[in-house]
């Protein structure tokens, strides 16, 4: 029903920036909220932000408070994450996902293939 793929990680030193963005494809997207989670190796895949498509209206994970900001273009049913400040903690592998809101994985039945952000120190 909804097909999702992201883009733009990559490398970058610690206290940089990198921008990462998720384009949208399917019927009903004004219902779900797109999400943002992260797994690094050997750890459990975690909550990053979320925002709903029908409405600017957003949530963060505290260890990305203040340097994530999420937003999302209806126009080109796209979702970004500006991530700025970054940590070598932030490495991971980033994924985008569209359900119903929540912080759990389990409240997101789409999900995209991932892409890898290494931040070096």
């Known amino acids: 029903q909804v097909q999702l793929v992201e883009s733009g990680g990559g490398l970058v030193q610690a206290g940089g920036s990198l921008r990462l963005s998720c384009a949208a494809s399917?019927?009903?997207?004004?219902?779900?909220?797109m999400g943002w989670f992260r797994q690094a190796p050997g750890k459990e895949r975690e909550f990053v932000a979320r925002?709903?498509?029908?409405?600017?209206?957003?949530d963060y994970a505290d260890s990305v408070k203040g340097r994530f900001t999420i937003s999302r273009d209806t126009t080109k049913n796209t979702a970004a994450l500006q991530m700025s400040s970054l940590k070598p903690e932030d490495t991971a592998v980033y994924y985008c996902?569209?359900?119903?809101?929540?912080?759990?994985?389990?409240?997101?039945?789409?999900w995209g293939r991932g892409t890898q952000v290494t931040v070096s120190s």
């Open positions: 925002i709903w498509w029908s409405a600017i209206s957003t």
């Open positions: 996902a569209a359900g119903s809101g929540e912080r759990r994985e389990s409240g997101y039945d789409y």
């Open positions: 399917g019927r009903n997207l004004s219902s779900f909220a």
